[in-house]
């Protein structure tokens, strides 16, 4: 897989780009390091440019993620709000249809719609 953001190295196995200064390293067991060289040669660049890119990438997905997890919350409680007003809709229509009376009518929509 190749990274859109994914920063071009130049022919002397630089980066094309200005690098931050920061320095940042760690370990890989033998197993992740494989996946890792076998990923960087698929993307056409070295291990350690590839790794930086991962991190960039969830450095970055992780501020989607936050806005994701909102969306949802929001989704989730328009949701909610919506499955009280079909209930409460279902209700009424049973009662004024003047074939159920209020009290069955409430059990009906809390039995059958206000599942979780």
């Keep these: 897989?190749?990274?859109a953001f994914m920063p071009k190295q130049d022919p002397?196995?630089?980066l094309?780009?200005?690098v931050s200064p920061k320095?940042?390293?760690f370990r890989l067991d033998p197993q992740?390091?494989?996946?890792?060289?076998?990923?960087a040669e698929i993307a056409g660049v070295s291990p350690g440019h590839f790794a930086k890119?991962?991190?960039?990438e969830a450095l970055n997905r992780a501020g989607q993620m936050d806005e994701v997890k909102e969306r949802i919350l929001a989704l989730e409680h328009a949701l909610t709000l919506v499955r009280e007003d079909i209930a409460l809709s279902t209700?009424?229509?049973?009662v004024a249809a003047g074939h159920t009376p209020k009290d069955a009518a409430a059990a009906w929509v809390t039995d059958n719609?206000?599942?979780s």
């Design 91 to 94: 209700e009424v229509l049973l």
């Design 16 to 18: 094309a780009e200005e």
């Design 1 to 3: 897989m190749f990274f």
């Design 23 to 25: 320095i940042v390293s």
């Design 12 to 14: 002397e196995g630089g």
């Design 32 to 39: 992740d390091s494989k996946n890792l060289v076998e990923r």
């Design 53 to 56: 890119c991962l991190v960039l």
């Design 113 to 115: 719609l206000k599942r």
